[in-house]
């Protein structure tokens, strides 16, 4: 059966972060827990969707990660007409906007001395490229969530011929393979079930996990969310929160 080979094959990539990814995921750890010491912030931008909503906001996770939200629309309503076919119009994905990295680090909140935590899969486009490279020269460490061995397969699309391994301060392996799946479908001959996801949210609770170790550690008290069905999750959830904002962390 084929989810039986999905689970094997899905704890073949898991096995593989364990035995090769401790020590990245140490020292994305400290370089967090450093920063939120002296008063910066944890901020996370993820191309691939996945931390957005797994690592902020969740039961259990660390009120100091941040998202960075980015929505660019254009709003133009006007009568119907046919398709002027003097005009191809290209479609525009906001991961391959020059400019638009910049844009997003100068319109935020990102201070130097902060975390920016970036996560994508293939790690070849503008944004997270370019976003990692400016973040840097505004002196924000980044940390980056990617395949390196899929995006050491593709070509990049940012000017510089960098991917986004090569352009962030602490790399972190998703492990996942080039096309990043872990099942063939030999009748279809194409792959099913990607890794990424998972991966990337394995290696970002590992990463948080350490870096609440870090913190108490060092005689400090995180704010972590309680589930808001549980007893006392508000009052909990409230004080936690105040905490946070007078704390960092």
């Given amino acids: 059966m084929l989810p039986l080979t999905y ?34 912030i944890w901020h996370l931008l993820d191309t691939g969707h996945m931390l957005m909503y797994e690592g902020v906001g969740r039961t259990g996770g660390m009120m100091a990660v941040r998202p960075v939200r980015v929505t660019v629309d254009v709003s133009n309503p ?7 076919v003097t005009r191809t119009r290209k479609k525009a994905f906001m991961d391959e906007i020059e400019g638009l ?3 997003i680090v100068n319109k935020s909140n990102m201070l130097a001395g902060d975390i920016l ?24 460490t980044v940390i980056a969530i990617t395949a390196v061995e899929y995006s050491s397969f593709l070509t990049s699309a940012h000017k510089s011929g960098k991917r986004l391994f ?22 279809l001959d194409i792959g099913l079930c990607p890794s990424s996801g998972i991966a990337a949210s394995y290696l970002f609770w590992a990463i948080e996990a350490r870096v ?17 069905h549980m007893p ?9 929160w105040a905490t946070y904002e007078k704390e960092g962390y």
């Fill in 7 to 40: 689970f094997q094959n899905m704890r073949s990539v898991l096995d593989k972060i364990e035995s090769t990814q401790l020590n990245a995921i140490d020292q994305a750890a400290r370089a967090i827990a450093g920063s939120l010491e002296n008063g910066g």
């Fill in 78 to 84: 006007t009568r119907y007409r046919e398709a002027d």
């Fill in 101 to 103: 990295p910049a844009f």
């Fill in 117 to 140: 935590m970036i996560g994508s899969v293939s790690g070849i486009n503008v944004l997270p490229v370019e976003l990692a490279l400016y973040a840097r020269e505004l002196g924000l």
């Fill in 166 to 187: 090569e352009a962030a301060d602490i790399v972190v392996d998703n492990c996942s393979n080039v096309g990043d799946t872990v099942l063939h479908v030999d009748e």
């Fill in 212 to 228: 609440v170790e870090l913190l108490v550690a060092a005689g400090k008290k995180p704010s972590i969310y309680k589930s808001n």
């Fill in 232 to 240: 006392g999750a508000g009052t909990h959830n409230s004080e936690a």
